[in-house]
Nanobody, 114 residues
């Protein structure tokens, strides 16, 4: 299993970014995918998830601003982030799991600052 995130960067408050996570090594369409974030010195926060049936989950902190989607033909999951706030600054990780293991990408840094 390999998960590779991209799309992070520096953006001003109120701006937008789209994160992508390219997946390989498993039957992507059959698995739930998620995004989590971590600020140095703080715990991991689950941000959003999308299940194999397309149903979604959002943390209250991002609800209405972030949208998760998946393209099963491209084995890719996306996180569209709008109206970004300084408190959204973190390393964002893509993740999935099977009955035995959790799998994580290497992370992509998102910095929201003027």
């Amino acid at each position: 299993v390999q998960l590779v995130e991209s799309g992070g960067g520096l953006v001003q408050p109120g701006g937008s970014l789209r994160l992508s996570c390219a997946a390989s090594g498993f039957t992507f369409s059959s698995y739930a995918m998620g995004w989590a974030r971590q600020v140095p010195g703080k715990g991991l926060e689950w941000v959003s998830g999308i299940y194999s049936d397309g149903s979604t989950y959002y943390a209250d902190s991002v609800k209405g601003r972030f949208t998760i989607s998946r393209d099963n033909a491209k084995n890719t999951v996306y996180l569209q982030m709008n109206s970004l706030k300084p408190e959204d600054t973190a390393v964002y990780y893509c993740a999935t799991s099977d009955p035995l293991y959790d799998y994580w990408g290497q992370g992509t840094q998102v910095t929201v600052s003027s």
